[in-house]
Nanobody, 124 residues
Framework: QVQLVESGGGLVQAGGSLRLSCAAS????????MGWFRQAPGKEREFVAA????????AYVDSVRGRFTISRHNAKNMVYLQMNSLKSEDTAVYYC?????????????????WGQGTQVTVSS
């Protein structure tokens, strides 16, 4: 089993940057694809980015590609989401999640474990 705790959210002006972190517990962390999802008020939870256990495979939603970068440090059981050039439409609660897949996948139903989320608010 994997437990996930997100941190690093906050309030930032448009054009600014934030780095989200996700701390994972469990010896099998390095086997899992890790993903970031987000949910804005009144909207469905959507995929943002994912990275395979090896780091060789990554995936991004089109709206963040080129602005956000996902990375992981398996020895530290950490996953990160570097967010640059933030826009007001990036405002949401961001969730870290783990999926038992070989490659990075955007499909929410494949993610078995979820964190509690961290709020990101981008002011325009």
């Amino acid at each position: 089993q994997v437990q996930l705790v997100e941190s690093g959210g906050g309030l930032v002006q448009a054009g600014g940057s934030l780095r989200l972190s996700c701390a994972a517990s469990g010896r099998t962390f390095r086997r899992y694809t890790m993903g970031w999802f987000r949910q804005a008020p009144g909207k469905e939870r959507e995929f943002v980015a994912a990275i395979s256990w090896s780091g060789d495979s990554t995936a991004y939603v089109d709206s963040v590609r080129g602005r956000f970068t996902i990375s992981r440090h398996n020895a530290k059981n950490m996953v990160y989401l570097q967010m640059n050039s933030l826009k007001s439409e990036d405002t949401a609660v961001y969730y870290c999640a783990a999926a038992n897949t070989i490659v990075a996948v955007p499909t929410r139903s494949l993610y078995d474990y979820w964190g509690q989320g961290t709020q990101v608010t981008v002011s325009s």
